[in-house]
């Protein structure tokens, strides 16, 4: 700790201004002489996952104060996918991760802090408070904001379908309306093992949150004291010299990346998780991913995989149930931000009777335990995530087979390919998509459009009859995290830096074996062709085809989407 707070005392000393700026707010000199905590969150009338972090980050400081030390108070607003379907925003949500991550690094690049605690909840905000405390490297604790509290017959809070079907004439304005007033019930992260859930059950699991604290419901009083513990947590961080390089450790990335394959995670954690790594010069490969799901036992029954929301997750013992019931899988002596190791907190957890503190509340919804988070040896499936590769996808594609139904996970049938979401979802409302049929989406990856996720024609799908376990999407681009169906996304390399992707056909037969990790175009116009014959035809295209100008002529998008 001497070594940090002398630094901080050297910098101010450089330029007193920045003590007398302090004093003209509400510091006083003996503040001057605390630990410093900058407390960053994603606060805002963005959506719900965010418009409640400001009462979680008073707690956080409150923690902060009773350690002694003092905080100060900064913001960076994400903004959200929800808001975003179907137009041209949802091209800048990925990006968006970037941007708040670079932000957080500016506010705590301004001058050396103690410590830092970052409190957010949802799918941008999360992984880019992650990278932003990898980057500044100095004692760090992460707040996740928690879950919305479930709708009625505990459904989840996509209702996408009700897009679909307002497009196509089968549903009611008086139920659409309906449905709205019941979906999103509180602020917290979306009711399903979405993107927003996964990245804070990430947080947890790489050892940045406090034990217990992913996916807590918004609105019981345990995510308050969480947050209030979470300050004095940071404080004895900053005491025993831990960074956040002491916690993000290449093993701790592998615990994380076991309990993604266990509990369901979205397939955006495929993207967060090596980003982050990447902060601190970190290698997690898709073939890491592949080769856990292949062998930890799917526990959590969570939507999409499974029937139950979020909230009866935590209820039934969450991550850190998870991890217990993991803990010959996971290596227990990484570091976390208690200041003791993932094997001694599972330990006090136990001690504490923590396994048995919420279970009651199951008694509300008539469900036991088992149901949401089964035993290992009453696992019927391993793992959650699939990458597979062939001629269309020779640097990987991922689809979550958790959310697939077993007669979809091998699949043959014709292209139909698409230059946007928007074309393939009139073709999906417009009855022109039959069973069988192979949607490709394209140029929708990093560089094309910036990966926006394609929930749309993802629900679209689902929500016909006809097309509903019987039609393969693919793309370049992304998908939310909950997405049901055989949805495979990632395709890499993406159309825009002339992959397989871009020059495939009408007509082309594609064949998806998820079993077998395969993802290939096996014919022309209807008829199988030979390997040999695939390639040369492939290649031949390829030589053919031109880089498209990018749609990003100016502004933030030019950056994220340049080579």
């Not at 307002?166 to 309306?177: M, P």
């Not at 396994?355 to 949401?372: H, K, Q, S, W």
């Not at 417009?430 to 394609?454: A, C, F, H, K, T």
């Amino acid at each position: 700790m001497d070594s940090i707070k002398q630094k901080a005392l050297e910098a101010r000393s450089i330029w007193p201004q920045s003590d007398v700026l302090r004093l003209g707010m509400n510091w006083t000199e003996d503040d001057l002489e605390k630990l410093q905590i900058l407390v960053d969150d994603a606060w805002g009338e963005s959506h719900p996952c965010s418009v409640h972090l400001d009462k979680l980050s008073k707690e956080v400081a409150i923690g902060v104060w009773e350690s002694g030390a003092r905080p100060a108070h900064f913001h960076v607003t994400d903004i959200c996918d929800g808001w975003a379907q179907g137009h041209n925003g949802m091209n800048y949500i990925l990006a968006s991760r970037e941007t708040m991550a670079d932000m957080v690094e500016l506010h705590g690049s301004v001058l050396p802090w103690d410590g830092i605690v970052v409190v957010s909840a949802s799918d941008k905000s999360v992984p880019a408070h992650l990278m932003a405390i990898a980057r500044l490297n100095i004692p760090a604790v992460h707040v996740p904001g928690g879950s919305m509290r479930p709708g009625p017959k505990l459904t989840n809070t996509i209702i996408g379908d009700i897009s679909t079907r307002k497009k196509a004439g089968s549903i009611s304005e008086a139920e659409v309306r309906r449905r709205q007033l019941a979906a999103a019930t509180s602020c917290g992260a979306c009711q399903f093992m979405g993107t927003a859930s996964t990245m804070q059950c990430m947080a947890e699991a790489l050892g940045l949150a406090l034990p217990g604290s992913a996916v807590a419901p918004a609105t019981m009083s345990f995510i308050t004291r969480r947050a209030r513990d979470a300050g004095k947590a940071v404080i004895n961080l900053v005491k025993k010299g831990i960074k956040t390089s002491d916690i993000l450790t290449i093993e701790a990335f592998q615990n994380a990346i076991i309990v993604h394959a266990a509990i369901g995670g979205s397939t955006n954690g495929l993207l967060h998780l090596p980003r982050i790594a990447e902060e601190l010069d970190l290698d997690l490969s898709l073939d890491t991913f592949d080769k856990y799901n292949r062998e930890i036992p799917h526990l959590a029954w969570v939507q999409p995989s499974g029937k139950y929301p979020s909230e009866l997750f935590w209820y039934a013992g969450g991550i850190p149930l998870v991890q217990l019931y993991l803990k010959d899988k996971l290596n227990l002596d990484v570091l976390t931000v208690t200041g003791r190791t993932l094997g001694e907190n599972l330990e006090q957890l136990e001690k504490e009777g923590y396994f048995e503190l919420f279970t009651e509340y199951l008694d509300n919804y008539g469900v036991n335990r088992d149901e949401i988070i089964n035993p290992p040896e009453k696992a019927e499936i391993k793992g959650s995530i699939a990458v597979l590769y062939g001629n269309l996808a020779p640097l990987g594609a991922v689809v979550k087979y958790s959310a697939v139904v077993p007669e979809m996970l091998r699949h043959k049938g014709p292209a139909r390919v698409f230059e946007s979401e928007e074309e393939c979802c009139n073709a999906i409302t417009q009855g022109i998509i039959i069973p069988g049929d192979v949607l490709v989406i394209r140029y929708e990856g990093p560089r094309g459009s910036g990966m926006p996720e394609n929930l749309m024609a993802a629900e679209a799908i689902m929500e016909s009859p006809e097309l509903a376990n019987s039609v393969v999407l693919i793309t370049d681009g992304r998908y939310s995290g909950g997405t049901r169906g055989p949805c495979i996304g990632h395709v890499m390399p993406e159309a825009m830096d002339g992959g397989p992707i871009a020059v495939i056909k009408d007509g082309d037969l594609v064949e998806v074996d998820i079993p077998n990790r395969k993802l290939d175009i096996i014919g022309f116009a209807g008829e199988i062709k030979s390997a040999e014959e695939i390639n040369e035809e492939i290649a031949v295209r390829l030589q053919a085809w031109q880089e498209p100008l990018s749609r990003f002529r100016k502004g933030l998008m030019t950056k994220f989407t340049r080579k």
